[in-house]
C-alpha cells in the first residue's frame, strides 16, 4: 500500500513538472511575439526609429515580458540580454565602426567587471567568512544577550540586529541564519504565541529594510548608485554616490522604518511585561586555535574594508578596489575555498550585469534620447513623478524581483524630462526594498513561511505598513538632503 502511495507522488510530481515545463514554454513564446509585436507596431508609427534602436527596443520589452512571467529564471534573463546585445548589434548592417552611431558590442560584457560588480562581490566574501567562521551567530548570540528578557525587548533586539547584519550579508542568508536561532524557542512558545508570530514578521521585514543602508545591502541599491554615477560622468558633473553617500540616504529610513514597525508590531500582538527564557545561550571561546585566529583576521578585514569604503571621499582609493581585499585575502589563508566559492549567489550577479548592460544599451543606441524627445513637450511635476514611481516600484517588486523592477524603472524614470534623474534613481533603489505583502514578495519573506507558522495572510499587515510608509519616508528623506545641500 505504502509501495502504491509513493509512486502515485511520484507520478503527480513527475506529471507537475512537465505541466510546469509547457507552462514556461508558453510564456517564453508568447513574450517573443509580444514584443515583437509591440516592436513592430511602434517602428511603423516611429520612422526615426534606427535599425539598432528597434533591436535594443525588442530586447527591452522582451526582457520586461520575461522577468514578469518568470518563464525563465531572472539570472537567464540577465545573460539572455547580453547575447541578444551582441548578437543583434553586432550583426546589423548600420553598426559599422568608424561610423556615427557605432556601438562597440565588447561594452557589453564588460559589464561583468563595472565596478558595482566588484563591490557586491567584495560585499559576498565578507558575508561568506563570517558565516563560515560562525561570526555571524557569535554577534548576533553577543547582541542578544543585551537586549533584556521582555518580549518587546527580544523582538526590538532580534529585528534591530537582523537589520544591521543585513547591511553587509545576504538578507536571506541573514534571515536564515536568525530563524534558525529562534525556531527552538518559538517552539516552545507555541505558534499562537503573540511574540512568536511578531518574530516571524519582524525578522524577515528587518532583513529587506536593513537591505536598503548600504550599496552592497541590496541590488537595486547597486543598480541605482551605478546609474546616478553613470549619468554623472556622462554629463561631465552632478552627482557621485560612494559608500557613505548611500548610507546617508538609506540607513536613517532603514532604521525609522524597523523602529515603526517594531512599535506596531508590539501593539498588534499585545506583548506584555512577562519575562521569557532567553532565546539564545552564548557560544563558549572556541579552544581550537586556528578557529580564534580565523575569527579574528575576518573582524580585521571586516573593519578595515568597511572603514576604507565609508572614507573613500578622502584617501580616492575607488570602493570597487577595497572590495578586493576580502576577494584576496580569505582565500589566501584559507578561510574561503574554491567549494566556498561556487557558494557565492554568482545568479544575482549575472542579473546585475545583464540589467547593466540593457542600460548602457539603452544610452549608446540613443533609445533614450527619442524618448526624451518625445515627452519634451510634456512637463511632469518631481514629486508627483517620484511618488508614482516608488509605489510602482513596490507594486512591481511584490510580484517579480525587485532587481529586475529596478532595472526596468530606473532607466525609465531617468528620461522624464523635468525631474532629476538621480533622485528618482534613489527613490526607486530604496523602495524596491519595501515589497512585503506576499510570502513570495522577497526571499526573507519566504523563508518566515516555509517554517509552518504562519498563514499568507499575516504578510499583509507587514507588507501594507511597510509598502504604504517606506516609499513616503524614503521621499521625504531624499527632498530633505537635497534641500540642505547635501546631493
Known amino acids: 500500500m505504502a509501495d502504491s502511495r ?33 516592436t513592430y507596431f511602434v517602428t511603423i508609427q516611429e520612422e526615426q526609429f534606427s535599425v539598432i534602436q528597434q533591436y535594443v527596443f525588442f530586447i527591452l520589452i522582451f526582457a ?215 532565546v539564545v545561550e552564548i557560544k563558549n571561546e572556541p579552544s581550537n586555535l586556528e578557529e580564534r585566529f580565523q575569527k579574528r583576521i575576518v573582524l580585521a578585514v571586516l573593519a578595515v574594508t568597511v572603514l576604507l569604503w565609508l572614507t573613500g571621499r578622502w584617501h580616492g582609493i575607488p570602493s570597487a578596489a577595497v572590495s578586493g581585499i576580502p576577494i584576496i585575502f580569505f582565500p589566501m589563508i584559507g578561510i574561503i575555498t574554491g567549494d566556498d566559492v561556487r557558494e557565492i549567489p554568482w545568479d544575482t550577479l549575472m542579473l546585475v550585469a545583464g540589467g547593466l548592460s540593457l542600460g548602457l544599451a539603452i544610452q549608446e543606441s540613443g533609445l533614450a534620447e527619442f524618448f526624451v524627445a518625445k515627452l519634451s513637450n510634456f512637463t511632469f511635476n518631481e514629486y508627483a513623478m517620484m511618488t508614482i514611481f516608488a509605489f510602482a516600484t513596490v507594486l512591481f517588486s511584490n510580484i517579480m524581483s525587485n532587481t529586475a523592477t529596478a532595472t526596468i524603472l530606473i532607466p525609465v524614470a531617468s528620461i522624464l524630462p523635468g525631474v532629476n534623474p538621480a533622485y528618482m534613481a534613489m527613490v526607486i533603489g530604496v523602495s524596491a526594498s519595501c515589497a512585503l505583502f506576499l510570502p513570495v514578495s522577497t526571499p526573507p519573506n519566504a523563508i518566515a513561511y516555509s517554517t509552518g507558522l504562519l498563514k499568507q495572510s499575516d504578510f499583509r499587515f507587514g507588507g501594507l505598513t511597510i509598502g504604504l510608509l517606506g516609499p513616503i519616508l524614503v521621499i521625504v528623506w531624499v527632498v530633505f538632503l537635497y534641500m540642505i545641500g547635501y546631493f
Request: hydrophobic letters at 55%; aromatic letters at 8%; charged letters at 10%.
Open 6 to 38: 509513493r509512486s502515485a507522488e511520484r507520478l503527480v510530481n513527475r506529471m507537475q513538472r512537465v505541466v510546469d515545463a509547457q507552462k514556461r514554454i508558453i510564456l517564453f513564446l508568447l513574450s517573443i511575439i509580444g514584443a515583437f509585436l509591440l
Open 64 to 278: 520586461v515580458t520575461l522577468w514578469v512571467t518568470e518563464a525563465i529564471p531572472p539570472f537567464a534573463v540577465g545573460i539572455l540580454i547580453v547575447g541578444l546585445l551582441i548578437f543583434l548589434i553586432g550583426q546589423a548592417e548600420t553598426n559599422v565602426p568608424g561610423q556615427p552611431g557605432y556601438i562597440d558590442v565588447t561594452t557589453f560584457i564588460q559589464t561583468w567587471s563595472n565596478s558595482v560588480i566588484w563591490l557586491m562581490l567584495g560585499g559576498f566574501f565578507l558575508a561568506l567568512a563570517l558565516r563560515k567562521t560562525g561570526l555571524d551567530a557569535d554577534l548576533f548570540a553577543l547582541t542578544m544577550s543585551k537586549v533584556g528578557s521582555k518580549p518587546s525587548q527580544i523582538l526590538f533586539g532580534m529585528m534591530l540586529a537582523t537589520a544591521v547584519a543585513s547591511m553587509v550579508m545576504s538578507n536571506t542568508a541573514t534571515t536564515a541564519m536568525m530563524v534558525a536561532s529562534i525556531l527552538p524557542f518559538i517552539n516552545k512558545l507555541g505558534k499562537e504565541h503573540g511574540l512568536s508570530k511578531a518574530l516571524l514578521l519582524g525578522i524577515p521585514s528587518a532583513a529587506a529594510i536593513g537591505g536598503m543602508g548600504t550599496i552592497i545591502g541590496s541590488p537595486p541599491n547597486a543598480i541605482a548608485v551605478e546609474a546616478i554615477n553613470s549619468m554623472s560622468k556622462a554629463k561631465s558633473g552632478g552627482i557621485q554616490i560612494g559608500f557613505l553617500e548611500w548610507m546617508v540616504l538609506g540607513v536613517p529610513v532603514a532604521m525609522i522604518l524597523v523602529l515603526i514597525f517594531w512599535f506596531l508590531l508590539k501593539r498588534k500582538f499585545k506583548l506584555n511585561e512577562m519575562g521569557v527564557d532567553s
